[in-house]
């Protein structure tokens, strides 16, 4: 969690009226300390005279340059507490920084040794409110971690400053939520009573439609490219387009078994991508509504997700087997290509996210979410159509609830391959994959139930995520600069 210190780097004192005098040097004692001596005496430099060699080259150095140190920020945090965070990571958590936050370390770069978290409530129900949405700025606390957890400490990256809004007008659980393509302020959530809200988040925060029609669960929906249609898919057996300023469904598609996962195609936006429990992926001609054509699986696929150049599919099916599948953009005809047997578990795929590039793979790579709480981080051979490498794997508790995972935007400080997922205890939670121990980074509380559904909007500053109570929480991230 971001620190809320807001006090501003030390002004340097007053030059002296006479042209000749020196300038001042800063007196602000952190701040000497930390650019004089060595911070504790485990320091990887234990050398007796490291203290006068600091004071000899500082002498040499020109003002200006301990006035742009005193003047540096990142991520709002100042020298000293860049430098006390550095030499923590490499001491292994040993060192100590300074005990106060004074106006030469502009508050600690994160916050003791245990990982930031939003304060919880005892009960989500007490914000209930007739409208169905509420703003609430939550304050920030240190905590200790979950011994089982094992959490670090908290990202920079990745630190929030509390609660953005609150939608809660569902009184079933929220299944699955996304913000419109491209944009940051368009969120939509379906629900298991079968209702689709489009609401938008900017302020003042509000809900723009309710889409009646599915009977029942809604399973997956996604935004056209302009984010002018949604496409919704339910186990009522149907596929629903509908028309968001209208609020109006334009076409209904009926299917002989639940609908299980939707997308429209990133290329051709007049092709929608169904899986459903037949075993099936049907490609859907969006004008039309008729079924392109079809391939078949060995079960019900329950994920998809399309690469950004459309010529590949990747779906998980129940029994945890994850599918290439090979698309023409253009006439929509559907061909396997691979079937990835890594996966250890036998449980459903509750998410396939495809991400472009990655920081550590240095490659296209894919998330694979299961039931079981298994998370699978593949490599992508796009010029072998698709093949699938398992790069490593992390096992969460298992639940009841589809959970749902997500990249994270590629915007800490080191290289890590970084995802949020909820959890079946109230939590969201955020790893590492690159990290095999103390992978947990983060966590957000807020919730009252089962956190269900994760998503991230367009700008990246705003994470909302969902609970089988019915709740949405938007999440809003510190600033970073």
Not at 87 to 96: E, F, I, P, T
């Amino acid at each position: 969690m971001a620190d809320h210190s807001t006090a501003s780097a030390p002004a340097p004192a007053p030059a002296p009226a006479s042209a000749s005098a020196k300038p001042s040097r800063p007196t602000d004692p952190d701040f000497l300390s930390c650019v004089l001596q060595p911070p504790t005496p485990s320091s990887s430099r234990p050398d007796a005279d490291y203290a006068a060699l600091r004071r000899f080259l500082l002498r040499r150095k020109p003002p200006s340059a301990l006035h742009h140190r005193m003047e540096w920020r990142c991520n709002g945090k100042g020298y000293v507490a860049h430098r006390n965070f550095l030499l923590r990571r490499l001491d292994g958590g040993a060192a100590s920084s300074s005990a106060h936050s004074t106006p030469g370390n502009s508050g600690r770069w994160f916050a003791g040794p245990a990982t930031s978290e939003v304060d919880s409530w005892s009960s989500i129900r007490d914000l209930r409110s007739n409208s169905g949405v509420l703003s609430h700025t939550v304050s920030v606390s240190s905590k200790q971690s979950e011994p089982e957890r094992h959490v670090r400490f908290a990202e920079p990256a990745y630190s929030f400053v509390g609660m953005h809004c609150i939608f809660d007008n569902c009184k079933s659980s929220v299944t699955i939520l996304r913000f419109g393509r491209a944009n940051s302020d368009v969120l939509a959530y379906g629900s298991s009573d079968g209702s689709l809200t489009v609401c938008q988040v900017s302020d003042p925060p509000s809900i723009l439609q309710k889409l009646i029609g599915h009977s029942k669960d809604i399973t997956d929906f996604d935004f056209s490219s302009n984010n002018q249609y949604i496409a919704s898919c339910s186990i009522d057996k149907t596929v629903r387009v509908w028309e968001i300023s209208k609020g109006t469904c334009i076409r209904v598609v009926y299917g002989v078994s639940s609908q299980l996962c939707i997308s429209f195609h990133p290329v051709n936006n007049n092709l929608l991508l169904v899986g459903n429990a037949n075993r099936e992926i049907n490609a859907i001609n969006f004008s039309t509504g008729r079924v392109i054509s079809k391939v078949t699986f060995d079960n019900a696929v329950t994920a998809l997700d399309i690469d950004h150049t459309g010529q590949l599919i990747f779906a998980g099916d129940a029994q945890g087997y994850i599918y290439s599948i090979s698309v023409n953009s253009h006439t929509g005809s559907l061909s396997r290509t691979h079937k990835n047997k890594s996966c250890k578990s036998k449980s459903s795929i509750t998410t396939i996210q495809y991400r472009t590039f990655s920081l550590v793979a240095h490659c296209s790579v894919l998330l694979s979410c299961a039931q079981d709480g298994n998370l699978y981080f593949f490599s992508i051979a796009t010029n072998a159509q698709g093949y699938l490498t398992l790069i490593c794997s992390l096992k969460l508790a298992s639940t009841v609830q589809n959970i749902h995972a997500s990249f994270c935007p590629l915007l800490s400080l080191e290289k890590g391959e970084f995802i949020v997922t909820g959890s079946g205890d109230s939590n969201v939670y955020f790893y590492d994959l690159a990290r095999p121990k103390n992978s947990c980074v983060n966590k957000l509380q807020g919730h009252g139930s089962p956190v269900i559904g994760v998503a991230w909007n367009h700008g990246e500053n705003l994470l909302a995520s969902s609970d089988s109570d019915g709740t949405v929480i938007v999440w809003k991230r510190a600033k970073s600069n």
